[in-house]
């Protein structure tokens, strides 16, 4: 949910979060042209697909839609898709004659990927709305295509981070760690303890889950902005500076689930909670699948230092929504649309769900609890903000990534051919 600009040159989350201007109508871009399919309106419920498939956010998202379809007018309805099959699925959705009207999905390059292609409907004038016109100057960026059209509207953010069960680590009487060094001797006291001291959920249709190891060890030794650049087809995959990154990997995988890459995500948390494992290195929707009377027990820290020269940044992705640009209910997506971003709508998913997330609407109120608070101030604090691999690169780039770092780890003294084979994959897709 990092709400970064698109260019090469991002805001942190701090200048996110006090970037807010009351934008007016004039901040619309002059000149913006919506197609006139995106004009066109017809009956009908707007149809939201989304990925939000965990049973505490499926139950909140309906809250929502529920919320917007009282009020009269419009009328919305839910049809949620397992994230996985959604992933994989939503290029044929916005290509299809016959789309869904509205997605679940991330800002940033990801989206302006499918900007680039026509596949968006053009949000300029509903980012002229009172609600998203506030939104700071950064999340408006984040949401801007190359060609200068808004083409999402954020809602929510959260951020990455070891997390861990409060009572078990008491418990094994250890603490959290700051610099690498203490991150390797925790594994080590833990290990000694006969608990496997690292989760890590990549398999079973979430092999993702793995791109947080490479994104936060690549911008802990090598910085954000090489991170970006690696991304965007700057550097390449079989760098020096891209080996630095498993070599630091090497020291921490003899302590990681050996079972990594067979579990989900979700069952990985399961293992966390019943304290078979004693950390994980998640976003805080891995929380939708904690029972809400074990959330107190929940903490984290963040991902330990490696390189004191190097700015401590961070993974806060930014979740939301984009239409198709092939909707014939663009006057009734868009009506939704400003609903969704209003505070009222923020705060009625939050309740609904973990609470784990942080909103997007100035004046909505995050769950308040300590852990929420901790992640924000984390957020806040962050030298620079990341998202994730694949809202930072494409959702055609991210496959590569699952490939590569799930060979890694199943045959790490083959790492030399696996970023050979990472960077040829890689051109292919950056040359499309």
């Not at 009282?70 to 919305?76: D, I, P, V």
């Not at 044929?92 to 004659?97: E, I, Q, W």
């Given at each position: 949910?990092?709400?970064l600009s698109t260019g090469s040159s991002r805001p942190s989350r701090r200048r996110l979060l006090t970037g807010v201007g009351a934008l007016g109508a004039g901040a619309a871009l002059s000149g913006c042209v919506t197609s006139v399919r995106s004009n066109v309106s017809s009956g009908g419920d707007v149809t939201l697909q989304s990925n939000l498939s965990a049973p505490q956010a499926k139950s909140a998202l309906q809250k929502v839609v529920d919320g917007f379809n009282?009020?009269?007018?419009?009328?919305?309805s839910l049809n949620t898709v397992a994230s996985e099959t959604f992933r994989t699925q939503l290029p044929?959705?916005?290509?299809?004659?016959n789309p869904p009207d509205l997605y679940t999905w991330y800002p940033g390059s990801v989206a302006d990927a499918y900007a680039r292609r026509d596949l968006l409907l053009n949000l300029d004038d509903v980012w002229q709305s009172p609600d998203v016109s506030r939104y700071s100057k950064a999340l408006k960026s984040l949401c801007t295509s190359r060609a200068g059209h808004k083409v999402f509207?954020?809602?929510s953010?959260?951020?990455?981070?070891?997390f861990y069960r409060k009572s078990n680590f008491r418990k094994w009487g250890v603490d959290e760690p700051r610099t690498w060094d203490d991150f390797l001797a925790l594994c080590e006291t833990l290990q000694r303890k006969k608990v496997t001291p690292i989760g890590l959920g990549a398999g079973s249709g979430t092999a993702w889950v793995a791109s947080s190891w490479f994104d936060y060890l690549n911008i802990r030794i090598n910085g954000a902005q090489y991170h970006r650049d690696l991304l965007a087809g700057r550097h390449r995959f079989d760098d020096t500076e891209v080996r630095r990154v498993f070599d630091r990997w090497d020291e921490a995988r003899p302590f990681i689930d050996k079972r990594g890459t067979a579990l989900a995500f979700q069952d990985a948390t399961t293992e966390l909670l019943q304290g078979r494992t004693g950390m994980m290195l998640i976003g805080t929707f891995f929380a939708d699948s904690v029972p809400k009377d074990q959330l107190d027990d929940i903490d984290f820290f963040r991902f330990p230092e490696i390189d004191p020269k190097v700015p401590m940044a961070e993974e806060a992705p930014t979740d939301g929504y984009f239409a198709s640009a092939r909707t014939p209910r663009g006057r009734q997506t868009k009506e939704f649309l400003r609903y969704l971003a209003t505070a009222e709508a923020q705060e009625t998913y939050l309740k609904g769900s973990s609470g784990t997330a942080l909103p997007t609407h100035p004046d909505a109120k995050d769950s308040g609890t300590a852990l929420v608070k901790k992640g924000r101030a984390l957020v806040e604090s962050a030298a620079e903000v990341t998202q994730f691999f694949n809202r930072d690169s494409s959702d055609e780039l991210s496959p590569t990534a699952d490939t590569a770092l799930i060979r890694y780890l199943s045959e790490p003294d083959r790492i030399a051919s696996t970023l050979t084979t990472w960077q040829r994959d890689a051109e292919k897709i950056w040359g499309k």
């Open positions: 949910m990092s709400p009282q009020r009269g007018g419009a009328s919305a044929t959705y916005l290509t299809s004659a509207v954020p809602t953010y959260y951020w990455w981070g070891f």
